[in-house]
């Protein structure tokens, strides 16, 4: 399948601080890019959409000023978790939807971010 | 509200054939089945999806019923490595619609 890659993989800071994630589509265009966040022991929540060149589109409850995002090109979508608290600590997952050489449109994602904010 | 209903979790016997049931009563003719998994710690695994035909490829087998009311993926040969929740989701292929999680099927796998 399509390879899609985070970076970093795990990021420890204190409070306060902005962390930024990358999420990139290694082996194909990705006109679509999802971010969600997984707590401990609960399945994956979806916190945002973004479409290349556009505005993200934030699910209910999920503060655009706090975690702003970037879709600044086909392969490359970035989270920036601003002013981070303990209560933003958590696995963070990036996925990417995109034509295919073979023709398919699926969405594939990321190995996962662990923030863990002190 | 999900789309979809799974058993929390399953046992398997490892060498053993994993059947994982999902029901998806109020499936849209135009809304695929589609499976990904999430082994601890790691971002999910597409693994197959189908529409109303039955699907094969090198990891699993998906089997949905004439009605589409309900699927169930297959695993042949399950090994410890296949240890994961299994999600089962429905959604429209191609189109600009979002995966929505449940909270899926923990398998675990013994040796």
């Known amino acids: 399948g399509a390879v899609v890659s985070q970076h970093p993989s795990r990021v420890i800071c204190k409070s306060g601080t902005s962390v930024k994630i990358e999420c990139r589509s290694l082996?194909?265009?990705?006109?679509?890019m999802f971010w969600y966040r997984q707590f401990p022991k609960q399945s994956l929540m979806l916190m945002a959409t973004?479409?290349?060149?556009?505005?993200?589109?934030?699910e209910q409850g999920v503060e655009k000023d706090k975690f702003l995002i970037n879709h600044a090109s086909l392969t490359l979508s970035t989270l920036t978790v601003t002013s981070a608290h303990p209560e933003d600590s958590s696995f963070y997952i990036c996925?990417?939807?995109?034509?295919?050489?073979?023709?398919?449109?699926?969405?594939?994602f990321g190995p996962g971010t662990r923030l863990t904010v002190l | 509200d999900a789309k979809t209903t799974q058993p929390t979790s399953m046992d398997c016997a490892e060498g053993r054939a994993a059947n994982l049931p999902c029901n998806h009563s109020?499936?849209?003719?135009?809304?695929?089945v589609y499976w990904y998994r999430q082994i601890h710690s790691q971002g999910p695994q597409y693994i197959i999806h189908g529409l109303k035909n039955n699907e094969t490829n090198e990891m699993a087998s998906l089997i949905i019923t004439e009605d589409r009311k309900s699927s169930t993926l297959i695993l042949p040969h399950a090994t410890l490595r296949d240890t994961a929740v299994y999600y089962c989701?429905?959604?429209?292929?191609?189109?600009?619609?979002?995966?929505?999680f449940g909270k899926g099927t923990k398998l675990t796998v013994n040796p």
């Open positions: 109020t499936i849209s003719g135009n809304e695929y």
């Open positions: 996925s990417a939807r995109g034509q295919l050489a073979g023709g398919g449109d699926e969405q594939f």
């Open positions: 973004s479409n290349e060149g556009s505005k993200a589109t934030y």
């Open positions: 989701i429905v959604r429209v292929a191609g189109g600009s619609e979002k995966l929505v």
């Open positions: 082996d194909f265009q990705a006109t679509t």
